[in-house]
């Protein structure tokens, strides 16, 4: 009796993680958006007046309720992000090439790894380094 007691609770342990599992995996899946930048790519000009072409990547940009705008942008050689005012917090992240960046009239170099927040009042613009792409990530809050 003792057998049967350990194997039916072994049996319930079994199934019952197993259901909890598949649902849970069920329920994370509704719970994500997945994303590829070929998915969102598009052309466009230098934003804030900017120069040259560039590419933009306006992830999640369709996603109800998202509080966070989370932006990838190719500047491409002789592009820009204009020199503009801000209105908000805003964070650049250079991945990759180098540019230069111009913050409430100074003027400084960027490279990957380089985090720049713009806080509110400040004014600020960003270029590639001429026959250089500059790629960055942009995020700051939906108003």
Known sequence: MKYYFLFAVFLFSVVGFSTLSANAQQTDTTKYILQNDTEVAKTEPGTHHGSGETIGYNFFGDVKNLKTIFRKRILKSGSSIGYHLQKEDEIYYVISGNGIMQMNDKTFPVKPG???????GSSHGIAPNKDNDLVILIVYEKK
């Open 114 to 120: 380089d985090a720049i927040l713009t806080r509110p």
